[in-house]
C-alpha cells in the first residue's frame, strides 16, 4: 500500500502567517493526491483536488502543488477559521490511504 | 444539495456484526461517474479507509478489513450498506459514508455527519 507521511504532524501559527504542510508518498502517484479539512467534531472537507486543483466554495488563500511523491499544501494568509486538522489522501491505488494529519493551531 | 446521512447502532457488543446504512439524498445513486465508500475514524486518530462500492455492487475492501466486512448497494432506495463481522473494542470509532469521484480515482467530495459505534459489553 501507499504510505502518506506528513510534516509537520502539528503547527501553532499566528493570524496572517504563511503556513505550509508537506506530504510524502511512499511510492508514484501522480497527481493523485487530494486534501482534507477537518475541524473538530465535523466531517472531513475537501479543500484541494488532483494535487493543485482548486475546489469552488474554498478560499482562494489555499492552493496546491506537486506530483509524484512529494506534494504541499499551502495557506498563503492563516485566517483564525482555518485551524483544524489536515490531511492528504492518495487515490492512485488501492487501498485508498491517508496521511496521519497536520494539527494547525491558531496562536 | 447531495447529502449523505448514515444510520445504525450506536453501541454493539464484542464479537457481534455492526450493519450501517448510507442514505443518498439530492442526486441518484446510480448515476454519473460515482462509487460510494465508507471511511472510519478512532477517537482522536486518524482517517482509515474501509471499502468502496460500484452501482453494480461489486466492490473493494482495505486488506486490513477484508475478511469481515461485506457491502451492498439498494438503488431502488438511494442507500449503501456496511456490514463488518466479529467486533472488538479496537472497532470503535466514527463511521463516514462519502461519495467517491471519477470512478473511483478521484475524491472523497461528499461526506456524511459520521456516526460513533462503540464496541462494548
Known amino acids: 500500500e501507499v504510505v502518506l507521511t506528513q510534516s509537520p504532524d502539528f503547527q501553532s501559527v499566528t493570524p496572517k502567517e504563511k503556513v505550509t504542510i508537506t506530504c510524502r508518498a511512499s511510492q508514484s502517484i501522480g497527481n493523485y493526491l487530494h486534501w482534507y479539512q477537518q475541524k473538530p467534531d465535523q466531517s472531513p472537507n475537501l479543500v484541494i483536488k488532483f494535487a493543485s486543483q482548486s475546489i469552488s466554495g474554498v478560499p482562494s488563500r489555499f492552493s496546491g502543488s506537486g506530483s509524484g511523491t512529494d506534494f504541499t499544501l499551502t495557506i498563503s494568509s492563516l485566517e483564525a477559521e482555518d485551524a483544524a486538522t489536515y490531511y492528504c489522501?492518495?487515490?492512485?491505488?488501492?487501498?485508498?490511504?491517508f496521511g496521519q494529519g497536520t494539527k494547525l493551531e491558531i496562536k | 444539495q447531495v447529502q449523505l446521512q448514515e444510520s445504525g447502532p450506536r453501541l454493539v457488543k464484542p464479537s457481534q456484526t455492526l450493519s450501517l446504512t448510507c442514505t443518498v439524498s439530492?442526486?441518484?445513486?446510480?448515476?454519473?461517474?460515482?462509487?460510494w465508500t465508507w471511511i472510519r475514524q478512532p477517537a482522536g486518530e486518524g482517517l482509515e479507509w474501509i471499502g468502496r462500492?460500484?452501482?453494480?455492487?461489486?466492490?473493494n475492501f482495505n486488506p486490513s478489513l477484508k475478511t469481515r466486512v461485506t457491502m451492498s448497494i439498494d438503488t431502488s432506495k438511494n442507500q449503501f450498506s456496511l456490514n463488518l463481522r466479529s467486533l472488538t473494542a479496537a472497532d470503535t470509532a466514527v463511521y463516514y459514508c462519502?461519495?467517491?469521484?471519477?470512478w473511483g480515482s478521484g475524491t472523497f467530495d461528499i461526506w456524511g455527519q459520521g456516526t460513533l459505534v462503540t464496541v462494548s459489553s
Open positions: 462500492i460500484y452501482t453494480d455492487g461489486s466492490s
Open positions: 489522501h492518495q487515490s492512485s491505488t488501492l487501498p485508498y490511504t
Open positions: 462519502a461519495r467517491v469521484t471519477d
Open positions: 439530492g442526486v441518484s445513486i446510480s448515476g454519473g461517474n460515482y462509487l
